[in-house]
């Protein structure tokens, strides 16, 4: 393709071409057209026959040839999509997936008459989960946690940008978060085995965080541990949310079980219909 300004058309199609020959999705094409010309569908649609600036052609040229390199598209943008809402995210933090607005799909039906509610959002990352919560139920009380002050600090960012009120902490875990009993803890945590490396997108293993990725004890390491410790954590009948691999939801819903065997564990599937998360309902 030549330096000359093309039409966006053109530009997306030569994208999408390049992507193609690199074996990536050729998606990202339209997501850094649409995020580098801050236009919408429509407005896109409407000017595909048009030629592009030829500023914003040279910004969009070096834009694919960086994710051709490998680099994800949401790193090279600066931010993702989520639940709605559009957060900043860099390698500090993990690029938020669809599958984990699930999670938040969840407790928003389970608690869609709750006023007041007290949670917790553990490994916040970019703050997807906390944020989504605090967006759709402005009454909740919301904090949120991670052991990362980089990610913390792209999270806090993220609050004030949307203008969206929640408390942060460092900690491992539960380990420093506020001494309080909350009627929710939700987690999307580290829970790739490292064996799992050779099957893994290249851009995944060489641009995310590898803090947020992976777990010891084939992925079960970090829910071992909120298994023995969640229980103080929650009101008397209050609940903990999770998300985990697709292979490993028998394993954790026996872990729970046995740690917590007055407690109710379910199960529920992800629209793909694989085993994607858990709720553990505390009784005392």
């Not at 058309?9 to 010309?37: H, I, V």
């Amino acid at each position: 393709m030549t330096n000359s300004a093309p039409t966006y058309f053109e530009a997306q199609k030569w994208a999408s071409f390049c992507l193609k020959t690199a074996g990536l999705p050729t998606d990202s094409a339209r997501f850094l057209m649409l995020g580098l010309t801050h236009l919408n569908q429509t407005q896109l649609l409407i000017r595909y026959r048009d030629a592009m600036p030829s500023d914003v052609y040279q910004t969009y040229r070096a834009a694919v040839d960086r994710v051709v390199a490998g680099e994800p598209a949401q790193y090279v943008l600066g931010w993702a999509p989520f639940y709605g809402l559009e957060l900043t995210v860099n390698p500090a933090v993990l690029i938020p997936r669809v599958e984990t607005e699930e999670l938040v799909d969840w407790i928003l039906t389970d608690y869609a008459d709750a006023r007041t509610l007290n949670l917790l959002d553990v490994g916040t990352g970019s703050g997807a989960i906390a944020l989504a919560l605090k967006h759709e139920q402005a009454t909740w009380q919301v904090c949120a946690s991670d052991i990362s002050a980089a990610a913390l600090a792209v999270a806090e960012a993220n609050a004030a940008r949307l203008g969206l009120k929640v408390s942060f902490y460092e900690s491992n875990l539960l380990q420093t978060v506020p001494q309080t009993a909350f009627d929710v803890i939700v987690s999307n945590p580290p829970y790739i085995a490292h064996d799992e490396e050779a099957v893994m997108d290249a851009s995944v293993l060489n641009y995310e965080p590898q803090q947020a990725l992976f777990a010891d004890h084939q992925g079960l390491a970090i829910y071992e541990q909120l298994a023995t410790t969640v229980a103080t954590h929650l009101t008397e009948s209050g609940r903990l949310y999770l998300e985990f691999g697709y292979h490993q939801g028998a394993a954790i819903q026996e872990l729970f079980q046995h740690a917590m065997p007055k407690a109710t564990v379910t199960i529920r599937q992800d629209m793909a219909g694989h085993d994607r998360m858990l709720r553990v309902i505390n009784h005392k």
